[in-house]
């Protein structure tokens, strides 16, 4: 079975604080993306990479930084937190070639004070 | 973007009733999956799906792409199958970009 694992299950952050949240998956896929969950309005895509060093921007990347430098592990980055990114966050992975399916981890709930 | 609506919003069962769960898009699609998301936070997928009918065990679903819908169809609910279900499509001129509806939010009660 494809393993996502998200690093940190619960954060709690000041204001102005960087913020890692670490994504690594074991199935050797090309596709990694960050998306974040909020009531109501279902997940956003915040970025994806589909290679090495490579990364798109998705619908909301104000804010939000990635890091991709090796095909396993894709980072998220919170340059200076603030109390409107308190969210939940979802890591994802998947395949270029074939079916094309998401496998999830079991996400991130951050909270900035 | 592709719009995506999943209707209803909320769903109240008793356990052993049936349901079906409705995903609306804006647009052509490529890819097209469901998801379970548990009360931890878990998303599972379900189905992969861009077309045509799918069944494993009590569920199955169906998307009929020419008509930009598809259906997810619980039989028998359990408990366990409270939580809130998602679609998602994948936009068929932007590979690799996936749109979430705001989900169904499924209550099934002993």
């Known amino acids: 079975d494809v393993k996502v694992t998200q690093s940190s299950r619960y954060l709690v952050k000041r204001t102005g604080e960087k913020v890692f949240l670490e994504c690594v998956q074991d199935?050797?896929?090309?596709?990694m993306f960050w998306y974040r969950q909020d009531p109501g309005l279902g997940l956003r895509l915040i970025y994806f990479?589909?290679?090495?060093?490579?990364?798109e921007k998705g619908d909301i990347p104000e804010g939000y930084s990635v890091s991709r430098e090796k095909k396993e592990r894709f980072s998220l980055i919170l340059e200076s937190a603030s109390t409107n990114q308190t969210s939940m966050y979802l890591c994802?992975?998947?395949?270029?070639?074939?079916?094309?399916?998401?496998?999830f981890g079991a996400g991130s709930r951050l909270t900035v004070l | 973007g592709i719009q995506v609506e999943q209707s209803p919003p909320d769903l109240i069962l008793q356990e052993g009733a049936n349901s079906t769960l409705r995903c609306n898009f804006s647009?052509?699609?490529?890819?097209l999956q469901w998801f379970h998301q548990n009360p931890w936070g878990q998303l599972i997928n379900l189905f992969y799906?861009?077309?045509g009918t799918k069944q494993n065990g009590r569920l199955s679903a169906t998307t009929v792409a020419t008509e930009r819908y598809s259906l997810l169809y619980i039989s028998s609910s359990q408990t366990t199958d409270s939580g809130v279900y998602f679609c998602a499509v994948e936009s068929g001129y932007n590979f690799n970009k996936f749109y979430f509806g705001s989900g169904t939010k499924l209550n099934v009660k002993p």
């Open positions: 799906i861009p077309s």
């Open positions: 647009d052509s699609v490529n890819n």
């Open positions: 199935m050797d896929h090309e596709n």
């Open positions: 994802a992975s998947s395949r270029t070639t074939g079916a094309n399916v998401l496998t």
């Open positions: 990479s589909y290679d090495v060093k490579m990364k």
